[in-house]
């Protein structure tokens, strides 16, 4: 696609260009994917093989039931009252879901109350936060400040994966081993809710509201720049010249206006995406990590639980230095392509290793197949954390226009939860049914499907988020341009009235000659 090639070559090949300027957009990510990165719980449960199964199902699967309705909440508010007040209404939800959770005693309900109510915390925040922050960023590093997301989220399983090995080992067997690991998500949550006082608002949905001089000064505050620097009047006036248009042809609801040309092939994207991404085999390793490695010859509880945390450590590890030096230099296409063939590969060798040499769950030592095959596993998640990981997410959140975004996000969001939860529900019982590798297989088989389904899609690295509707068919190449050079005017005839007098159309000319 040449019109895509054309645009996408703004996108910085330098990892620590903008670091300082932008530090601002970096703050803000860091401080909303904070608490969603510590959300995790690893489960760790013996007994007869049937009943755990079912009992882990129903202890995971409840969270993803609420996540898929909170996804759903979440867009009308987000659109109504802002992405920051719907973040903050959202957090409160979570902690009370933690805190019931912590507090429950001699009963399975509360637990499953509070996993449902953590659920819709956890739903809503990741169906605004991905989105809230691809508004704030500037294009050049947009990916990697999006993709933080999936980093603090890869940081939050590396500690949640630690943090029950350690009550394991440290703390006699009580109800502290698992009512510890629970009680620490309270900590982000509150440094999250207390960071999200002192963040500014979207400047897309102020402009989208109409509240124009509050868009301007957030984003000079973001950019920490003039309102009369060119670069900044240039993307303020993409952004209102998008939003406009967006106006212009509204169809009512922004549910109908999901089925109007260059938008009904973004809702497809961003729903397929998130459903192969749940059938990708990562969290099917994430939930069920100890037993997976148990499956393949980790037979006590300690050996598998320290597997699992040099799992988390390696995914964290993986994901940063994809972020760092990937993910504007590879672009998001071939990332997801080659990460999903990587992906597929390793997942054949696992499921090969397991049928060739089956585990004996009572041997006393490990065998070095189930060492090879852990081994896979690991670097099974390096092409995870270079591609469908934070790409994913990513992707989403940066294709939909101001209008649609939170919807669009939302019914993608609530696809990944409700895909989730289908595969947190069955897990166990495939690792029951599917012995031999035969589990590993039929993931290997996705993943390769993954690979193709990804040449398909369109390369969105450097472009602007108004950019996303030529890429899309909404408007023409030269619609956005005159539309943007009226924009622009006007803009820069407002610097001249801030006291910067000729300055603002020397400006606009020399904007007009970059274009």
Known sequence: MPLVNQLATTASKNPFKGMRKHSRA?????????????????LD?????????????????????????????????????????????????????????????????????????????????????PPYVSENA??????????????????????????????????????????IPIAFQLVPAGFMFICLIFVKESPRWLALRGREQEALVNLCWLRKAAPNDPDLVEEYAEIMAAIQEEKDNKAGSPYREMLKKGQWPRLLIAVSMMFLTQWSGQNTIGYYAPSIFQSIGFNSSSSSLLASGVYGIVKFVATGAFLLVGIEQFG?????????????????IIGALIYTHPPDL?????????????????????????????????????????????????????????????????????????????LFFMFG?????????????????GLSLEQMDIVFGAVTASQRAEDLQTKEAAQFAAADKMGTSGKGEAMHLESISRV
Request: hydrophobic share 50%.
């Open 362 to 438: 009572n041997a006393k030592t490990i065998a070095p197949a189930s060492i090879a095959a852990a081994t896979m596993i690991y670097l099974y998640v390096i092409p995870y954390c270079f591609s469908w990981g934070p790409i994913a997410w990513v992707y989403v959140s940066e294709i939909f226009p101001t209008r649609t975004r939170a919807t669009g996000v939302s019914l993608a969001a609530a696809t990944q939860w409700l895909f989730n939860f289908v595969i947190a529900k069955i897990t166990p019982f495939l690792q029951v049914d599917l012995p031999g590798g035969r």
């Open 138 to 179: 500037p294009k050049e590093i947009r990916g990697r400040i999006t993709g933080l997301f999936q980093f603090i989220l890869a940081s939050g399983v590396m500690i949640s994966y630690w943090i029950p090995y350690g009550v394991s080992v440290n703390i006699p067997a009580s109800t502290l081993q698992w009512r």
């Open 332 to 348: 998001r296409r071939k990332s997801l392509m080659f990460g999903a063939f990587g992906m597929g590969t390793f997942f054949f």
């Open 45 to 129: 449960l013996k007994g007869q093989a049937t009943f755990v199964a079912n009992l882990k199902s129903n202890v995971v699967s409840v969270l993803q039931g609420g996540c898929f309705f909170g996804a759903l909440i979440a867009a009308p508010l987000s659109q109504r009252f802002g992405r920051k007040p719907t973040l903050m209404l959202f957090t409160i939800i979570f902690f009370i879901g933690a805190a019931i959770q912590t507090a429950a005693m001699h009963s399975l309900t509360p637990m499953y109350v509070g996993r449902v109510v953590a659920g819709l915390g956890v739903g809503a925040m990741s169906a605004v936060a």
């Open 445 to 461: 088989s996705i993943n390769m499907l993954m690979a193709a389904y990804s040449y398909f899609i369109p390369e969105t690295r």
């Open 26 to 42: 970096y703050l803000l990510a860091l401080t909303l994917d904070h608490c969603l990165g510590r959300i995790h719980q690893r």
